[in-house]
């Protein structure tokens, strides 16, 4: 008779179950709130054992972001070279969707890579987007060889960078799973992602430039007391170098005062975060009031949302970016107010978009808002946020295609 085994046999693949637990705590809660006891008790290791794998959390956060990348690089080198954008993005999906839970590693919390791993990263990304673009240009080719009699110059000196944006349109779409929780079907979530991909990446961003909706956002009040000073100079170090590496005597020396001096405005470092994240609520809340006054068609809301946030996005870019970005690492007892600011916010594009759509459930609903969030943070950064009327029309178009309004 064959002796029970007296101990639990170490899984083979250990290594790679810790990195899949560190990216989901990575992912909810962010680079530095997050623990190495924490991402071992999702493995059911200890710490110590922990550390027989990864020597800091640096180096597991590194493999993580890593893995991501690899596993977006491969998905793709399994579809054949030639294959077409629905399939190309269909692999995208289909990788994204099983990894969601730590798939949001990428967004925000990359920026806390040394700079030749960031480097990397993004040269993995870069492969992702060209084979992406390389896709729609396939797709293009019909049109483009209709047209190569006529304006064939004009038509290749914008053509790349057309096909750029579309191709980093759709990936943002795909990408957005991994910034919410909105539940649905696997099967019905990866049809609607592809969906509404494949809308994002055969909108003609460029179309509707010189008739896009003009919008008018609010001025940021000028700060006119000491907390608002230290609200004003603290945002751009958060949006710089992220909410944990900034001091509260980085914040004093930019607006002039010793640090003992901010605790007379704000009592810690993270109300200052709170204070950002709600200005930011409140900007934007007044943006959207001001901009759906008098409109009442469905497609027109829609369309006046979209072009609203991507305006709001490209002339707050470091608050946007703040809010957006550090919300998940604030404590959950001060966190709330923000999610409820946030949560507001969505359920005005709930109402607009289900009204112009009808046949979305709120959940489809919410996927596809969070969608369109997703094209305008991946195309504002390829456009590195550059400010211009043409700019902002072309995320906006981007954004309504991929809503399928």
Wanted: glycine share 8%.
């Amino acid at each position: 008779m064959t002796a029970e085994p007296t101990a639990a046999t170490r899984p083979r693949n250990r290594k790679q179950l810790i990195v899949e637990a560190a990216g989901r705590v990575f992912s909810e809660r962010g680079y530095h709130a997050a623990s190495m006891e924490e991402i071992a008790a999702g493995v059911g290791i200890t710490a110590a054992a922990l550390y027989r794998h990864f020597p800091n959390k640096y180096t597991l956060f590194a493999e993580c972001a890593n893995g991501l990348a690899d596993g977006l690089v491969a998905a793709l080198d399994a579809v054949p070279a030639d294959a077409g954008l629905p399939d190309v993005l269909a692999a995208l999906t289909r990788r994204t969707v099983a990894h969601r839970a730590s798939g949001g590693v990428y967004r925000w919390e990359s920026r806390y890579l040394a700079r030749d791993d960031r480097r990397l990263l993004w040269a993995k990304f870069g492969l992702v987007v060209g084979r992406v673009a390389e896709a729609v240009r396939r797709e293009d080719l019909p049109h483009d060889e209709q047209r190569e009699h006529g304006e064939h110059v004009e038509h290749v000196e914008h053509g790349e960078r057309n096909r750029q944006m579309r191709a980093v349109a759709a990936l943002g779409v795909i990408g957005s799973v991994t910034m919410h929780h909105t539940s649905i079907a696997q099967r019905r979530l990866e049809d609607m992602l592809l969906e509404s991909a494949l809308c994002a990446a055969r909108t003609d961003p460029e179309a509707t430039v010189g008739s896009a909706r003009l919008v008018e956002l609010p001025v940021q009040p000028v700060p006119r007391t000491r907390r608002a000073e230290i609200l004003a100079a603290a945002v751009p170090l958060f949006a710089r170098d992220g909410f944990a590496n900034v001091t509260n005597g980085q914040i004093g020396e930019a607006v002039g005062l010793a640090t003992s001096a901010l605790y007379r405005s704000y009592p810690g470092k993270v109300d200052i975060l709170v204070a950002a994240c709600l200005q930011a609520a409140d900007l934007l809340s007044q943006a959207v009031n001001q901009n759906l006054h008098g409109v009442s068609e469905a497609h027109a809301a829609v369309a006046t949302l979209a072009a609203t946030y991507v305006a709001y996005s490209f002339e707050h870019t470091a608050l946007t970016s703040v809010a957006e970005g550090e919300v998940r690492g604030l404590p959950d007892d001060v966190r709330q107010p923000v999610i409820l600011a946030q949560r507001e916010h969505i359920a005005v594009w709930e109402q607009q978009l289900r009204s112009a759509r009808p046949e979305l459930d709120p959940r489809q609903a919410r996927l596809l808002i969070h969608a369109g969030f997703g094209v305008v943070v991946e195309v504002g950064r390829l456009l590195r946020w550059r400010d211009s009327p043409e700019n902002r029309a072309a995320v906006t178009a981007l954004v309504v295609g991929a809503l399928g309004v």
